[in-house]
């Protein structure tokens, strides 16, 4: 079945309603590690508040996290909600293994090719493919196909229909419709992966999307009620 629209008119169409968009956290492969446990539950908001009170009390480089107390850096995460603690300890872990293991610079370590960068980064706490992707696109080493993870559901819903149940499958099919349809360019897959992510927390929610009030709604396959993807036999996970 041919589709009723494209990944670039899509994008097009996000950016005339939302205009464009910027990242509101540090892209620094390092800053963005330790920016990403300042926050729990992880929220860019949550994140925003547990990062400005650390650098305030304590600084963000290797050797400050290691030489602060972990009841001083407790104190500074607990802005940006639960576990401070558990936090603090995953901070040293941080500062700790780019200091020893990559000579305190994790952005020229990650100069190799994209899946051992994304192995490497995958060994840092909290880190999966998500977070992989989105460290290496937006601290400019390579221009993957990185997918918000507020978002998968987006890309999936506007082009095949209902999205499936399980994560992987909606990240992997997201990504390689970026990955087909998109400049591979970090510009450009900055620019979808910011527009997407602004489109699944606003409107285009996992659960309840607000269909009525959004701009794609036209040429979206969700709306237009093709289902696919979710059968009795539902996939787990
Ligand atoms: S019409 Fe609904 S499902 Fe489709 S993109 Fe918009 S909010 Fe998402």
Redesign the pocket.
């Known amino acids: 079945m041919g589709r009723a629209t494209t990944v670039s008119d899509v994008l097009s169409r996000l950016e005339k309603h939302y205009g464009p968009q910027a990242p509101s956290w540090p892209t620094d492969p390092y800053e963005f590690l330790v920016w990403w446990h300042c926050g729990y539950p992880a929220s860019d908001a949550a994140c925003a508040k547990g990062w400005e009170r650390l650098n305030q009390a304590v600084g963000t480089a290797p050797e400050r996290l290691l030489k602060a107390s972990p009841a001083k850096l407790a104190a500074a995460l607990k802005a940006g909600g639960m576990v401070p603690e558990l936090r603090a300890e995953r901070l040293k872990e941080i500062a700790r293994r780019v200091q020893d293991e990559l000579a305190g610079d994790l952005r020229a370590a990650l100069a190799v090719p994209v899946a051992q960068a994304r192995r490497l980064l995958k060994k840092f706490p909290g880190i999966a493919d998500p977070g992989a992707d989105r460290i290496l696109l937006f601290g400019g080493v390579t221009p993957v196909a990185a997918v918000p993870s507020n978002g998968t ?2 890309l999936v ?2 082009l095949f229909g209902q999205e499936r149940e399980n994560y992987g499958v909606n990240y992997r099919q997201a990504q390689e419709s970026i990955e087909a349809e998109t400049p591979r360019t970090l510009e450009a897959r900055q620019r979808a992966y910011l527009l997407l992510k602004r ?1 699944g927390q606003d ?2 929610k996992r659960a309840k ?3 009525e009030q ?4 036209q040429s ?1 396959a ?2 237009a009620g093709h289902r696919r993807g979710v059968t009795p036999r539902r996939q787990s996970g």
Do not use: E, K, L, T
């Open positions: 559901q987006v819903r506007i489109h409107i285009c999307p607000r269909c959004c701009p794609v709604n979206c969700y709306f």
